[in-house]
T-cell receptor, first 117, second 108 residues
């Protein structure tokens, strides 16, 4: 009964490279959310996906960032041509139902800490 | 845009003391959730409050939800070093929207 699995836990990229962050939701969960967190700050919403669909990407920068949640396999957050400002912890969460469903819990992964050098 | 404001931003107390952190929303969500996050880990859900005026207790933690369902508080009695962490409130509609959190440090 594994929880939300994110990999890698730590990722170092040089400026201009691509970063690919993976998230495997809990079994049976079809709702995936990506959040970004800077040190000593809360979590900033980036994108909400269901299987094969992007529901809300209002928190994603318009350029260089993309996300997918294919029918098979993990959800991927891709950052192209990374810059130093992209350095942060990126968290993925999954839930079996939409958040507005009463008493639905979102389970978080341990995050991927991206460092751009 | 719905905003969640948490206060204080930082709180440092001695073991055995009590503490309260606050969460205030600019509007009403379907429910409000409290999470605790330890360094290097993801947030873990503590409680969900739904009904105005609701009070929930989890051992030494007491959660209150205001009558208007816009404000909430978390009270910890006789804090212990293990309570140290970042406490986050989140409003749930079709996604979770988080406040900036309160960093709590309990000194032994």
């Amino acid at each position: 009964n594994a929880g939300v699995m994110q990999n890698p836990r730590h990722l170092v990229r040089r400026r201009g490279q691509e970063a690919r962050l993976r998230c495997s939701p809990m079994k049976g969960h079809s709702h995936v959310y990506w959040y970004r967190q800077l040190p000593e700050e809360g979590l900033k919403f980036m994108v909400y996906l269901q299987k094969e669909n992007i529901i809300d990407e209002s928190g994603m920068p318009k350029e260089r960032f993309s996300a997918e949640f294919p029918k098979e396999g993990p959800s991927i957050l891709r950052i192209q041509q990374v810059v130093r400002g992209d350095s942060a912890a990126y968290f993925c969460a999954s839930s079996p139902l939409p958040p507005e469903t009463l008493n639905t819990e979102a389970f978080f992964g341990q995050g991927t800490r991206l460092t751009v050098v | 845009t719905q905003l969640l404001e948490q206060s204080p931003q930082f709180l440092s107390i001695q073991e055995g003391e009590n503490l309260t952190v606050y969460c205030n929303s600019s509007s009403v969500f379907s429910s409000l959730q409290w999470y605790r996050q330890e360094p290097g880990e993801g947030p873990v859900l503590l409680v969900t409050v739904v009904t105005g005026g609701e009070v929930k207790k989890l051992k030494r933690l007491t959660f209150q939800f205001g009558d208007a369902r816009k404000d909430s508080s978390l009270h910890i009695t006789a804090a212990q070093p293990g309570d140290t962490g970042l406490y986050l409130c989140a409003g749930a509609d079709y996604k979770l929207s988080f406040g900036a959190g309160t960093t709590v440090t309990v000194r032994a």
